[in-house]
C-alpha cells in the first residue's frame, strides 16, 4: 500500500496547500504546454500570408484578421454554424432526456432497450455517413423514394441535395448520432438523486408531472450545464459528419465552420486567413464565455446583497 507523505498531512494548512501545488506544477505546466502550443502558433501563423507550394511567409500583421469582417461567405456560414449548434444541442438534450427517462423505468428487457439506445453512438461514424446516404439517395434510398411518394420531395432529390432541407437533415442526422451520450449523462444522474425527494413530492401530493418538474429536472440541472458546455463545443467545431455527407453543399447550404475554414486551406491555400478564422473564432469564444462567468457571478452576489 502507498502511504501519503507526512508533509501533505501534517503542519499547517497553508504548508501542505503550498506542498500540493508543488507537485501538481509539473503536471500543470505540461498541460499549458501542451494546450497552449497549437494556440500561439495559430495565431503566430495568421499574421503571415504562407505560400504553400514554396513555403515563403510573408507578415501581414492584422490583415487577415480585418479580411474576415469582409468576408460575406464567411458571416453566412457563422449564421449557419450558429443554427446548426444551437438546434442539434437542443434536439440532442430533449431527446436524451426522454430517452433517459424512458431506461430509468423498470421494466422486462429494458437491459436491451439500453443497449439498443447506444448504437447510434457506438457506430463509427464514416459507416454512419454511409448508411444515412445509402437510406436518403433520390434514386433508391428507403427515405427519400418515401417521401417521393408522399409527394414531399421531388423524383429523384435526395433531402441532402436541395439548398432548402440539406442543413436541417444534417442537424437531424446529429441529433440521432449524439442523443445517446446526453441519454447516458443524465441517466447516470438519475441514479444520484435521492429517492426520499420524490417520496416526499408523492406525500404532498404530486403526481408524476409535478415529480418531474420540482424533482427530477431541477437535479439534473448540473448535467445540463455540463452537456451544454462539452456538447457545445464539440458540435460548434464538429467536422466530419457534414463533411461526409454534405461536404458542405450544395452551393454551400449546408457549410459550417469548420468545413468552411478546410476548404480555406485545401481549396484557397490561404492558410494565414484560415488560422485568422479560427483564432477569431476561438478569442470570440473566450470573451462569451468569460462574459456568462462574470455575469453568473455578479448575479449570485446580487441575490445575496
Known sequence: MVSTPAFLTR????QRQRAGLALALPAALLFAAILGYPLVESFRTSLFSINLLTGDAAFVGLDNFGALARDQALLS????????TVLSLAGQLGLGLAAALLIDADWPGMRWIRQF????????VIASALVWQWMLDGHYGIISTGLQSWGALQPGVSPLGQEGTSLATVILINIWRGFPFAMLVFWARMQGIDRAQYEAARVDGAGPWHEFAH???????SAA???LALRGIWTLMYFELVWLLT???????SETLSTYIYKVV???FRVGYAAAIASGTGLLLTTAG???WVLTRLRGRWRHV
Do not use: D, M, Q
Not at 117 to 124: A, D, F, G, S, W
Open 117 to 124: 439506445l447506444l448504437i447510434p453512438y457506438v457506430i463509427p
Open 11 to 14: 503542519g499547517p494548512v497553508g
Open 215 to 221: 424533482v427530477t429536472l431541477p437535479n439534473l440541472k
Open 247 to 253: 461536404r458542405g453543399g450544395p452551393a454551400g447550404s
Open 266 to 268: 485545401t481549396g484557397e
Open 77 to 84: 456560414t457563422l449564421g449557419r454554424t450558429v443554427l446548426w
Open 225 to 227: 450545464v455540463a452537456l
Open 290 to 292: 468569460l462574459t456568462v
